[in-house]
């Protein structure tokens, strides 16, 4: 699985540190999410979902060999 969630924040002007205390996590868990070393649970991929206005699927997307 890839995702946009890096993109949606430099938009957003936000730090890693900045979006994890908006959605209760750590700043090691927004990086880990931007580098594809940790898929959130499906309440984590919501409130990203919610907090920049997109859908899951345009802020997650499978790969072929998911």
Known sequence: ??????????I???TQAELA?????SRQTINAIESNRFVPS???ALKL???FQKSVNEL???EDTD
Request: no cysteine; charged share 15%.
């Open 60 to 62: 997650f997307q499978l």
């Open 1 to 10: 699985m890839t995702n946009s969630i890096k993109i949606a924040r430099v």
């Open 49 to 51: 979902s919610q907090l």
């Open 21 to 25: 205390e908006k959605i209760g996590v």
């Open 42 to 44: 499906t309440v984590l």
């Open 12 to 14: 957003a002007q936000l």
